[in-house]
């Protein structure tokens, strides 16, 4: 059974607008009213997004508002109430249990979709028994099976590219907090991801390590990577993002061009949200 929406109703906020440049492209992730309760808290009320090929999508809200459960809730971390979820038009199977409570129908589908979905989290995950790059090369190697030279030959370059290729044979308690998540974006880099999930990037890190991140993502950004990031740093998330999303109680009440969102919301919520983050 698939998963049932609520009437499967969109936020009705405009279609996102491509970066300047760049051609409308296929639909890389498609969340139709989605629903999480945790007991009696309903987290998430009803949400909806698409994000195309080069979208990058800037979700922003208080504490509590449902952004980390939104992207758990993605790649099945948290496994939604109700809605569905498309990662590149295939559609999340989800059955009712012997519970009564919605779970996916086939693992199998859930771990190779995972797969196409580059998680970095705000705590930065990093196996503290491997090496960096053993971290790197982890799961292209033991998940995808690809030969294991291809993998660090690939491990070398995206390394090299979030500039910490030095540290390959050095492990996580061995660097900094920047480098540890500069280390987790390329780890998820490394299984070429349809799209990349970012929850607080930064949230974690001491603000003079801030910027080392930020520039790996605005590099992403610049290559034209789908992504959603969900993040604090508003100065940042108008400058990277072709669109914005702002939730509010587990619902999108702003949604728009960054020049919108973040320069003329029409949520008044939104503006106090923006005007005490700047």
């Known amino acids: 059974m698939e998963m049932q929406s609520h009437g499967g109703i969109r936020s009705g906020s405009p279609p996102a607008v491509p970066r300047e440049g760049a051609q409308r492209s296929t639909e890389a992730l498609s969340v139709v009213d989605l629903h999480k309760s945790f007991g009696t808290l309903e987290v998430l ?11 990058v999508i800037a979700i922003i809200g208080a504490s509590g508002s449902g952004k980390s459960t939104l992207l758990r809730c993605i790649n099945m971390l948290e496994v939604p109430d109700a809605g ?18 919605t779970m996916p129908e086939d693992q199998s589908q859930v771990d190779r979709i995972r797969s196409r979905l580059g998680m970095v989290f705000q705590s930065f995950n990093l196996w503290s028994h491997l090496t960096i790059l053993e971290n790197v090369i982890e799961a292209p190697v033991h ?3 690809r030969p294991r ?20 044979d050095h492990y996580p308690a061995h660097l900094s907090g920047g480098q540890q998540q500069r280390a987790a974006i390329a780890r998820a880099l490394a299984m070429k991801p349809q799209v990349m999930l970012f ?3 930064t949230s974690a890190l001491d603000p003079e390590l ?7 993502i605005r590099q992403l950004a610049e290559e034209g ?15 990277v993002s072709n669109r914005a999303i702002y939730l509010h109680q587990g619902r999108i009440e702003e949604e728009g061009p960054p020049a919108q969102v973040f320069g003329n919301p029409r949520s008044e919520r939104c503006r106090q949200f923006i005007q005490s983050h700047i």
């Open 45 to 55: 009320k009803g949400v909806s997004l698409d994000a195309h090929e080069g979208d």
């Open 84 to 101: 569905e979820v498309r990662v590149g038009g295939e559609l999340i199977r989800m059955r009712t249990g012997r519970n009564g409570r």
């Open 143 to 145: 998940v995808q099976k």
């Open 149 to 168: 030279p291809e993998c660090v030959a690939e491990a070398n370059a995206i390394l090299d590219k979030v500039g910490i290729a030095d540290k390959r």
């Open 199 to 201: 929850d607080e990037p």
């Open 210 to 216: 801030v910027g080392e991140v930020l520039r790996v």
């Open 225 to 239: 990577r789908t992504m959603l990031i969900v993040t604090h740093e508003i100065g940042f998330a108008r400058e």
